[in-house]
Every structure is written in structure tokens, then in C-alpha cells.
């Protein structure tokens, strides 16, 4: 095995599942698809319950063709997940994720964005397709899908609940 297709399969291995199983957990986690939606509902997202959907079945789609090895660059472009996640619900918390910060979103965009560049290796479904992309077009196509789409989404649809001025009281 090769270095870079082993580099690939261990990236592959690894952000892919994580995020089928963050898109799992937004249906059948503790508090379901109700409560995912009553999350995107505080966080601003409209209409909550379809963002809930949106949100769960694009990370289990992105994590199971990353995981497989298909079709790079466009399970990568889930790197649009990340960015709404940090614009909603981590922006101004620091980097931290354990203080709610964008430590972990920052990670899986980068990682996803890396993998779109290094490309799916020989152990994928595109390596048994001999359909290879790799290099700075999948990675900038990646980053570029997804950052345009989580701008489009938050433009339509982020409409968060004004704070009171605490200035009147």
C-alpha cells in the first residue's frame, strides 16, 4: 500500500463515519429529529424542521460517500455544513469546542477539504472506477461549493432571534 492511498484511506476511515454518525444522531440521538429541529429552531434556522432534515441527510450522504471513496470532490463540499455551524452555533464562543467554539468544525472542514485535494486514493470506489481526482481544482471545488452554499443558506434562511438591548433598562 502505497503512502498517499494508506494517507487516504486513514482520512477516509476516519471523517467519514464521524460524520454519517453526526447525521445519525440528528434522527435517532437522544432527542430525534424533534429535537434537532428544536435546536435549528433556537439557533435561527427557517424552516427549522426541513434544515433538521437537510442538515441530517447531507452529513450521513457526505459521510458514507467519504467513507466509500466516492465521487470526490462533492462529499467534501459538506465542508458547507461546517461553515453554517460555525456561523450559527459556534461564532463567538472561542476556539474551543468544549467552550463551544469552532476547534472541531475547523478540523472536519479542513479535513475535508484536505481529503478532496489528496483525493479518495486507490482503496475507494473512484480507485476501482480509475476515476481519480485529486489536487488543488477538487480541493478549491470542494471548499468552493460548500462555502457558496452555506452563504447562500444562511442569506435565505438564518434569521436569529434578536438579543433585547440591555442599554433601555
Not at 37 to 55: D, I, V
Not at 69 to 93: E, I, Q, S, Y
Request: charged letters at 15%; one cysteine or more; glycine letters at 16%.
Amino acid at each position: 500500500m502505497k503512502g498517499h492511498d494508506a494517507a487516504a484511506l486513514v482520512l477516509r476511515a476516519t471523517l467519514g463515519p464521524m460524520l454519517f454518525a453526526h447525521g445519525w444522531n440528528k434522527v435517532a440521538g437522544p432527542g430525534g429529529l424533534k429535537g434537532t429541529t428544536g435546536w435549528f429552531e433556537a439557533l435561527g434556522l427557517q424552516p427549522a424542521e426541513a434544515h433538521a432534515r437537510m442538515a441530517a441527510g447531507t452529513e450521513m450522504a457526505a459521510g458514507l460517500g467519504i467513507t466509500l471513496g466516492a465521487a470526490n470532490p462533492l462529499p467534501a463540499a459538506a465542508v458547507g455544513l461546517m461553515t453554517v455551524a460555525a456561523r450559527t452555533d459556534h461564532r463567538g464562543k472561542g476556539f474551543f469546542v468544549f467552550k463551544g467554539g469552532w476547534e472541531y468544525v475547523g478540523v472536519v472542514g479542513g479535513a475535508a477539504v484536505a481529503l478532496a485535494a489528496l483525493g479518495n486514493g486507490k482503496y475507494s470506489l473512484d480507485g476501482l472506477m480509475r476515476r481519480q481526482r485529486a489536487g488543488a481544482g477538487p480541493a478549491l471545488l470542494a471548499a468552493g461549493i460548500g462555502t457558496a452554499s452555506a452563504a447562500a443558506l444562511l442569506a435565505v434562511c438564518y434569521r436569529p432571534a434578536e438579543k433585547p438591548d440591555e442599554t433601555d433598562q
